[in-house]
């Protein structure tokens, strides 16, 4: 009982981590897109132009996007792309989801309250980890040694290369099922995907 009700409460995350599950290939390679857009841009492989530099934001931006219309459309960009056309030309009532999102959010406030705690807690992890992981550690002064990283960059390189990999995705899905779980649209996690023991 205990365990159903905890599950109950962890919904949005659950609903979260099971999306991350079923799709870390397409999640991981559009977070490579833009932890390796950011190197380059921070100067880890050589100085870049300014033309490079926007070129290559404009390449971050657009694979953050698409992590966001990825799930918008639950695992289909094409489909995120349509509700967020249906939305600005007026198609989705927002008014009705609004006030739906709003009568759940009081009716499932623990829900709501628990799974954003668990959210900041693993986040909160995942940036301590990273920063050891650049400061702490001797794999940025490895990977300049071996050449992999030129001497003129900063941990910077791998601060942001890591948080574009982990970070910054999940945050991306979770913020964007919360979304969804509030619309009552959320994507259900498939029997057993993930668990809590």
Same mark, same amino acid.
């Given at each position: 009982?205990?365990?159903?009700?905890?599950?109950?409460?962890?919904?949005?995350?659950?609903?979260?981590?099971?999306?991350?599950?079923?799709?870390?290939?397409?999640?991981?390679?559009? %977070?490579?897109? !833009?932890?390796? @857009?950011?190197?380059?841009?921070? @100067? %880890? &492989? %050589?100085?870049?132009?300014?033309?490079?530099?926007?070129?290559?934001?404009?390449?971050?931006?657009?694979?953050?996007?698409?992590?966001?219309?990825?799930?918008?459309? $639950?695992?289909?960009?094409?489909?995120?792309?349509?509700?967020? $056309?249906?939305?600005?030309?007026?198609?989705?009532?927002?008014?009705?989801?609004?006030?739906?999102?709003?009568?759940?959010?009081?009716?499932?406030?623990? !829900?709501?309250? &628990?799974?954003?705690?668990?959210? @900041?807690?693993?986040?909160? %992890?995942?940036?301590? *980890?990273?920063?050891?992981?650049?400061?702490?550690?001797? =794999?940025?002064?490895?990977?300049?040694?071996?050449?992999?990283?030129? @001497?003129?960059?900063?941990?910077?390189?791998?601060?942001?290369?890591?948080?574009? =990999?982990?970070?910054?995705?999940?945050?991306?899905?979770?913020?964007? $099922?919360? $979304?969804?779980?509030?619309?009552?649209?959320?994507?259900?996690?498939?029997?057993?995907?993930?668990? *809590?023991?």
């Amino acid at each position: 009982m205990k365990s159903a009700a905890l599950k109950s409460n962890l919904e949005p995350m659950i609903a979260s981590l099971s999306f991350m599950k079923r799709h870390w290939i397409v999640l991981v390679s559009l %977070g490579l897109i !833009a932890a390796l @857009g950011r190197v380059i841009q921070l @100067g %880890g &492989f %050589g100085e870049v132009s300014r033309l490079t530099h926007t070129l290559l934001e404009i390449v971050v931006e657009a694979s953050r996007v698409a992590i966001l219309l990825f799930v918008l459309g $639950v695992a289909n960009v094409r489909k995120g792309l349509q509700q967020v $056309v249906r939305l600005v030309t007026g198609k989705i009532q927002f008014r009705s989801y609004s006030g739906h999102a709003w009568s759940k959010m009081k009716s499932r406030w623990s !829900a709501l309250t &628990f799974s954003l705690v668990l959210f @900041g807690l693993i986040a909160w %992890g995942l940036n301590l *980890l990273i920063n050891q992981l650049a400061y702490e550690t001797c =794999l940025y002064l490895t990977l300049k040694r071996e050449g992999i990283l030129v @001497g003129t960059s900063s941990e910077w390189t791998i601060l942001l290369f890591f948080k574009n =990999l982990s970070v910054i995705p999940f945050t991306l899905v979770f913020e964007t $099922v919360l $979304v969804l779980w509030l619309a009552n649209k959320a994507p259900l996690p498939e029997k057993h995907s993930v668990s *809590l023991h």
